[in-house]
């Protein structure tokens, strides 16, 4: 009866806080749009410009946002399991959403029970046995096993479960924008590479001044009271 109310509160969530409940528009999720800047985030999930933080500023602007909806405990009264939401930015416009649902909230249900659940939003899912790229910023490629997914011509959203947490995600791109912004990542990424050598050389320089200008200060003080 507990599992029974739970799905039944997590399927109302995701329909009553969807765009357009039964109009299975992929192109929104709930009310953030593909395409929609920076600044439109920041006013709906009331957060500030700092917390934007820039990943890349050459060839193209990347930034991401992090919005951490509930701390680790739910709020009293809150059945939206949604616990984290990730906006990824590609020249200003929004071109990747993933967002993390909370362990607890889910607790007792499957897989199969959220791919019906989302199905009533944004209609039937397919399954595939491919990968979804979570996130190119860092060393590594985080790349999960997508346990459904749904799409059109414009965008794509899978579900997906994290194989360190076991948390399900489910992550929503534009395919242009995404396309876009990958080769722009990873333009980035062979310039970094490039540029690294003389970053550290003026990493070493910088370390080396403040080193002479520490020791010229000490000195100043030092050398009138010593005494042989």
Not at 40 to 45: F, G, S, Y
Not at 53 to 77: C, E, M, S
Not at 117 to 130: H, L, P, Q, R
Not at 192 to 201: K, T, Y
């Amino acid at each position: 009866m507990i599992r029974v109310l739970r799905y039944g509160m997590v399927v109302m969530c995701i329909l009553l806080l969807s765009p357009f409940g039964f109009s299975q528009n992929l192109l929104k999720y709930r009310d953030f749009e593909f395409g929609m800047n920076l600044e439109a985030v920041l006013k709906q999930t009331k957060m500030d410009a700092a917390s934007a933080k820039t990943t890349y500023a050459v060839p193209d602007l990347i930034q991401t946002l992090q919005w951490n909806r509930q701390g680790y405990f739910p709020r009293a009264g809150d059945t939206d399991p949604v616990r984290t939401v990730r906006f990824d930015f590609y020249n200003n416009q929004l071109f990747k959403i993933v967002a993390i649902y909370n362990a607890r909230q889910l607790e007792g249900m499957t897989a199969s029970d959220l791919i019906e659940a989302i199905s009533k939003v944004y209609g039937s899912a397919t399954s595939t046995n491919e990968t979804v790229l979570v996130s190119a910023y860092t060393a590594y490629e985080d790349r999960q096993k997508v346990l459904a997914r749904w799409e059109n011509g414009e965008v794509t959203f899978s579900l997906f479960q994290s194989s360190s947490g076991g948390e399900f995600g489910l992550l929503g791109f534009s395919k242009k924008l995404d396309d876009m912004a990958l080769l722009s990542i990873k333009e980035a990424q062979r310039l970094d590479i490039i540029a690294a050598p003389q970053r550290e050389i003026d990493r070493q320089k910088k370390v080396d001044e403040e080193r002479r200008t520490q020791e010229e200060k000490s000195r100043v003080v030092n050398m009138p009271n010593f005494q042989p």
